[in-house]
C-alpha cells in the first residue's frame, strides 16, 4: 500500500512510525512533515490546505490511503473533493466529510447534536452579535468561572475561560462585536463551568462500527500545577488510572453509542477518528468537546499502546468492516513529555541546535517543531519534540521519559516536570 500522511507535528510524527512498522506498506510520504517523519517515510512539500496538489500528487504516486492529521482539512472538505472526482474517489480518506466534521468545527453544531442525543454536556446557549444583551443576561444567571467559546476553528485559541462578571462580558463583546477570533467568533457558546479531571477517549470508525482506542489525558497548561497559559499541550499519560471499566462503562454507553448511532440517524456517514473531550466530574462523563481527528500530544502515547497493525484499521475504515478487524493493546504505560521553546506560547526563537538526540536507546523521540540543516537537527517551532516511553506503570514510565529528557538539549528548552502529578496510581 502506498500512504499520503497529512500534517508536520508530533500527531503526524508518531501516526508514521506506526504505519512504517505495517506489514503492508509500500510507500509512505509525509506532507509538509518535518525532520522526524523523514525518518519513517519521504516528506512532500505540499501545503496541507491545497487539495488540488494533494490530489495531483495522490494520482501521480498512486496512493491508496490518505490519512488527514490536522483538523483544517477535514473543516474545509478534503474528503469531499475526494469523492467528487472519479478518479480520487478510490483513494480512502482516512477522516470525516465536511458535514461530519462540524462536530470540531462548529461548537453550537456540536452542543446541539449532544442535546439532541442526550449525550451528557454541559447546559449552554449561542449567541450572536444581534443578541448580545440576551448574552449578557445569560451570563448574570451564570454561576463563576464563565466559560466562551468561538464556534469555529481559532486554532487552539478559542475557549475563554474567566472568573470576573464583567470581564466576561467584556470577553463576549468582544468576540461578537470586534470580531476577536474572526469569523469563528461570529457565533459564541456559554456554557456552564464542570467541575472535575479532564481525560481524552477515542475511537476510528467506518461510519457503521467503531473501535475504542486506549485513553489518556493531557496537559493544556504551560506551568507546572496546571498554571499559566494554555498551550497546545505539554504532555500526556495512558492509560489513565481513574478510567476505571466501570467508568468507562459510562463512556461507552452513554456518550460513544449514542453519538455513533445519532450520527447515522443524521445521515452522516463519518469515517475516520473522534476525538471525545470528557470531564469525570464524580464519577460521570461529560462531553467538553468533539475533535474530528487524534490529539497532540496524546497521539504520542495513545498509537504507542496500540499493538494492531493500523494500516488494517485503515482499510476497515475505508471499506466499512472495521468489525472484522481487532483492536490490541500494550498493557505497559506510556508517557509523553514535550520539550518545548522557551517563551513558548507566547514569542520564541527558532533555529535552535538540538543535541543528544542519538543518545536515546529506550525511549521514542517524536518531533514536533524540527527541521535538519545538514546532519544537524534544529527547532522550528513552540513545541520541538515529545519523549515518550514504556514502563509496567506510570511511574516508572515518567522516570524514564524525565532521564532520557534530561540527554537532550537546546538553548532556552523547557518542559514541565510534573506530568501525571495530578491522578497518582492506586496503591496495591
Known sequence: MNVLLLGSGGREHAIGWKIAQSSQIDK????????????????????????????????????????????????????DYFAADKALSKVGVIGPNKEAAQLEGSKDFSKKFMKKYNIPTAKYQTFTKDNLEEGYAYLDSLKAPYVLKADGLAAGKGVVILDDLDKAKEELNSMLSDAKFGDASSKVVIEEFLDGVELSVFVITDGQSYKILPEAKDYKRIG?????????????????????????????????IPTIKGLKAEGIDYRGFIFFGLINVRRDPYVIEYNCRMGDPETEVVIPRLKSDILELFEG???????????????????????????????????????????????????????????????????????????????????????????????????????GFDIPEPKK
Open 28 to 79: 509512505l510520504f509525509i506532507a509538509p512533515g518535518n525532520a522526524g517523519t523523514n525518518q519513517v517515510g519521504t516528506n512532500v512539500d505540499l501545503k496541507i490546505n491545497d487539495f488540488e496538489g494533494i490530489g495531483k500528487f495522490c494520482l501521480k504516486e498512486k496512493i491508496d490511503y490518505l490519512v488527514v492529521g490536522p483538523e483544517k482539512p477535514l473543516v474545509d472538505g478534503i474528503a
Open 317 to 419: 475504515v475505508a471499506t466499512q468492516t472495521l468489525s472484522e478487524r481487532d483492536v490490541l493493546f500494550d498493557e505497559r504505560t506510556a508517557t509523553g513529555v514535550m520539550m518545548v521553546s522557551g517563551g513558548y506560547p507566547g514569542e520564541y526563537k527558532k533555529e535552535k541546535t538540538i543535541s543528544g538526540l542519538t543518545g536515546i536507546f529506550d525511549s521514542m523521540i517524536f518531533h514536533a517543531g524540527t527541521k535538519q540543516d545538514g546532519p544537524t537537527y534544529v527547532s522550528s517551532g513552540g513545541r520541538v519534540l515529545c519523549v515518550t516511553s514504556y514502563g509496567k506503570n506510570q511511574e516508572k514510565s515518567l522516570a524514564k521519559t524525565y532521564e532520557n529528557l534530561s540527554k537532550i538539549s537546546f538553548e532556552d528548552a523547557y518542559y514541565r516536570k510534573d506530568i
Open 224 to 256: 507546572e500545577g496546571d498554571t499559566g497559559l494554555n498551550t497546545g499541550g505539554m504532555g500526556a499519560v495512558s492509560p489513565v488510572p481513574f478510567a476505571t471499566l466501570g467508568f468507562m462503562d459510562k463512556v461507552e454507553n452513554q456518550v460513544i
